[in-house]
Structures are given as structure tokens and as C-alpha cells.
């Protein structure tokens, strides 16, 4: 039973544009995918639902929506950040920040003094900040999470290994080093999107694996990743892989437990 999910998302492109959706891949995805949807796709007593865009605007479109927690968007560079971010929080169930750190051109971007100072900002509010990365930032992701141990980090996707064309190293040591930092949880999310087209739960099954051994059940929790997910997958799909690697001991923490204590959902 899923009884937080820890990872999905909410939007309308006829509304707003989401630049990375930048081809046809992505026609699947494109509409309107509101709460309705979601919960006829998937069984979770309660959801985070995570930013996809770096607006703002966005961000207070989710905060007004009864989910039970937002991971939202702010620009840390921002020089009155811990205002934005206090503002948000007074607007709705905030829980955390994300950028799309993924698709900034310097691999390098999440070690930027100004963005080093906004993330700490982050932290300074109570909030958890959620990585957003693949393997060329990964490095800097690493260095983030260890400069600021006060900061309660959540590595989206497992870091998004490439499973499509068989990576193993490094990012299997990438994860076992992210996973030695207490200050660092992780969500079994996104794989499938990774994989090939034509994936068997034997490719995606040995990341999942690794990544429940380095951080624990107490530090890993379920994301459907809803909508994307439904390019390569179905959410039943999805829930019963992750089911495959969870012990019935590990359960009520990676389905649930985790993602309360991490967002301090109430």
C-alpha cells in the first residue's frame, strides 16, 4: 500500500509552457494532468507533488492544491531568498525546494557560491532541499550535500542512472558515497524512464537494489513519478518494482514513513 507517495506532478500546457518538454517524446505527457487523474492513477493516501517548472507562479498554483506536502521553486540566487521562502511557506503545506539543476549548461551550477548560499537558506527555513540531477552533475551534488550537513537533502530519481545503455560505475560509488552523508535520503523514483524502451524488471531491478542497501528503508521512500512515468510505464508497474526489492520489514518506512519524517508531513 502506498501510503505516501513521495514524488509526483500536476500540470496543464495549455496553461504554461515546460520548455523541456522539447519534442515528440514528450506528446504523451502533454495536457492537462490534475489531481482527479493523478488519483484515479494512482492508490497513495497522500502525495508530495514536486515543481516541474521554474516559476514561482507555478509553485503557488501547487501550494493551493490539497496535497499533503509542495516541493516548490524559488530563485536561490536571489538576494532576499529567505524572504521568498518565507512568503511560499505562508502560502501553503511547503515542504522543500528544487531546481532543475539537471539541465543548467555547467555541470558545476550547484556549487555557486550564490547558490550555495540560497540552499543554505533553504535549510535555515526549515525546508528540504531535493536534488534534480544526472550523471554530469553528480560530482557537485556530492560537494553540496557535504558543504552544508545542516541541509536535509532528497537525491531525486537515484541521481537518474543510465540504465538504457547498462551504467554501472561510477554512479553505483556515487551512491554509496551519497548514502555515507546522514544528511542525504533518496527516492526510489524515475527509473523506468531511464531504461530502454523495452525494459525488463531484470534492468531496472539491480539499481533499485543498490540503492535500498546504501541508504536503508529509514532513508528511502516510494515516488510514482506520475505523469512521466506513464512514458515508459504504468504506475502499477512502477509500485510492484520497487514492491520487488522492499522487504515487508522496509515497507512502512520506504511506502510512507520516510517521506513524513523527511517532509515533516503532519
Request: hydrophobic share 50%; net charge negative; aromatic share 8%.
Amino acid at each position: 500500500m502506498i501510503h505516501v507517495d513521495a514524488h509526483h506532478h500536476l500540470w496543464d500546457t495549455a496553461v504554461r509552457d515546460y520548455s523541456w518538454m522539447d519534442g515528440p517524446w514528450a506528446d504523451p505527457i502533454r495536457g492537462r494532468f490534475d489531481l482527479a487523474r493523478y488519483a484515479e492513477a494512482v492508490p497513495a493516501r497522500e502525495s508530495v507533488v514536486v515543481q516541474a517548472v521554474m516559476d514561482e507562479a507555478e509553485t503557488r498554483e501547487l501550494l493551493a492544491a490539497p496535497v499533503a506536502g509542495v516541493v516548490g521553486w524559488t530563485d536561490l540566487t536571489a538576494p532576499d531568498v529567505a524572504e521568498r521562502l518565507a512568503d511560499l511557506k505562508a502560502a501553503g503545506p511547503l515542504v522543500g525546494i528544487r531546481h532543475l539543476a539537471q539541465d543548467e549548461p555547467d555541470p558545476g551550477w550547484l556549487t555557486r557560491p550564490s547558490v550555495v548560499r540560497g540552499v543554505a537558506a533553504v535549510g535555515a527555513a526549515g525546508l528540504v532541499y531535493d536534488l534534480l540531477v544526472k550523471p554530469p552533475q553528480a560530482a557537485a551534488a556530492l560537494d553540496l550535500a557535504r558543504r552544508l550537513p545542516e541541509v536535509s537533502f532528497v537525491l531525486d530519481h537515484a541521481g537518474k542512472p543510465d540504465i538504457a545503455h547498462g551504467m554501472w560505475e561510477p554512479w553505483a560509488g556515487w551512491i554509496t558515497d551519497m548514502a555515507a552523508l546522514p544528511n542525504v535520503t533518496v527516492k526510489l523514483s524515475g527509473l523506468v524512464t531511464e531504461a530502454a524502451p523495452d525494459w525488463k524488471p531484470a534492468d531496472i531491478l539491480p539499481y533499485a537494489r543498490h540503492v535500498l542497501a546504501a541508504f536503508g528503508a529509514s532513508r528511502t521512500m516510494y515516488g510514482s513519478d506520475w505523469p512521466v512515468c506513464t512514458l515508459a510505464a504504468t504506475p502499477a508497474q512502477v509500485t510492484a518494482l520497487v514492491e520487488e526489492v522492499v522487504a515487508d520489514d522496509e515497507a512502512f518506512e520506504v511506502m510512507g514513513g520516510t517521506a513524513r519524517r523527511v517532509y515533516g508531513l503532519s
